[in-house]
């Protein structure tokens, strides 16, 4: 007999995303993005990004279901992103998978947009060996995870105190006035850079610090070093080189979050580092966690970028292992939770 035909629906920022998995296969990955919407902003805008699901979620559920050849009458599952998230955001995808549900006569699971991130990888790499560390890094959030039991047992064990890892790179990018989102340029430009050009500091890594923030991390001290930096150099006339720019503060992000994350799996014995969100997409990181990781007998499993970024295949892996493990459905009145803890 086949595995179960699970659909996935992601809205909980600017991308409305539905996929299709049936076990730990892909389907179909059908996405809409707002992001051009957002772009002069500077940042995703919550009502924008609203009514941007609110348009493309049904388009995008057909050509999902097109682009599998399947029907929902064949689908088994739903499962849809209920947290953490924009809230309006939320609530689309989470209306749209009750209607869904409804109208078909099928179980919806709400997921966890974190734990989802994690479960992706399953898609690409097969079942991921439990326990794991997880680093999640994306412009809503950057934790490092345990991950005992992708089903049921998921424990942040840090997260970042201030911004995202995503958000420095967007800010430093609109610094140096490079396009939004600011992760792709800046590791573009980097690799015409040095990253030991400028030492910019490396947050929560002092002994001080480590005591209480061991596994957390803080990216806004880093982007005011930028920013005094670039001032320093337009004050004095100078030429700002964004290269060098670029890679000394894209080496300073990947240092620490590929150093605690480390540490994390030393610390509990662990071999398996899983990397997702939309940083995870970052060429120095994955470089730099393979090669840190190798010294221990690490193994890091990174995900294909597209599916790093925020997509409704990560929620139909998640609801696929969830319906493999023999978790209950939700019920129908399934909340949206825009700060759902794991
Ligand atoms: O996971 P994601 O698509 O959405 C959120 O949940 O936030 O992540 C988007 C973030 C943005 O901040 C973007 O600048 C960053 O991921 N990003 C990158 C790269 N590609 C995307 N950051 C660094 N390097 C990249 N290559
Ligand atoms: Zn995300």
């Given at each position: 007999a086949d595995e179960p035909l699970i659909l996935g629906i992601e809205t909980s920022c600017d991308e409305t995303g539905v996929g299709i998995v049936r076990g730990h296969t892909l389907l179909a990955d059908a996405i809409a993005s707002s992001v051009e919407e957002h772009a002069r902003f500077g940042g995703v805008v919550p009502e924008v990004a609203s009514r941007a699901h609110l348009e493309a979620i049904v388009p995008t559920m057909r050509r999902a279901l097109d682009d599998a050849g399947v029907?929902?009458?064949?689908?088994?599952a739903i499962a849809v992103?209920?947290?953490?998230?924009l809230a309006g955001a939320l609530l689309v995808g989470v209306a749209a998978a009750k209607g869904y549900a409804l109208a078909a006569d099928k179980p919806v699971y709400g997921v966890n947009h974190l734990a989802a991130h994690v479960a992706v990888d399953t898609l690409e790499h097969g079942p991921l060996p439990e326990p794991a560390i997880a680093l999640l890094v994306s412009g809503g959030h950057s934790s490092l995870l345990l991950v005992d039991d992708l089903a049921t047992g998921v424990t942040p064990l840090g997260a970042t105190i201030d911004d995202a890892a995503g958000e420095a790179f967007d800010k430093v990018a609109r610094l140096l006035g490079l396009?939004?989102?600011?992760g792709p340029p800046i590791d573009r430009e980097a690799r015409a850079g040095a990253a030991d050009a400028i030492p910019f500091p490396r947050g929560l890594t002092a002994p001080k610090d480590l005591a209480a923030h061991r596994f957390d991390f803080s990216f806004s001290g880093l982007k005011t070093a930028v920013a005094r930096w670039v001032e320093a150099k337009q004050r004095a006339g100078e030429p700002v080189p964004v290269p060098d720019v670029a890679a000394s503060f894209q080496e300073a992000v990947c240092d620490v979050l590929t150093s605690k994350a480390i540490a994390a799996c030393r610390d509990r014995g662990i071999e398996t580092l899983v990397l997702g969100g939309?940083?995870?997409?970052?060429s120095r990181l994955r470089a730099l966690a393979e090669q840190r990781a190798a010294k221990y007998g690490i193994g890091v499993r990174v995900p294909r970028p597209k599916l790093c970024t925020d997509n409704g295949a990560m929620v139909a892996a998640l609801g696929s292992h969830l319906v493999a493990a023999g978790v209950a459905p939700s019920r129908l009145d399934l909340p949206a939770d825009s700060a759902m803890p794991l």
């Open positions: 029907t929902l009458a064949d689908i088994d992103t209920a947290g953490p998230g396009p939004f989102p600011g939309g940083v995870a997409a970052n």
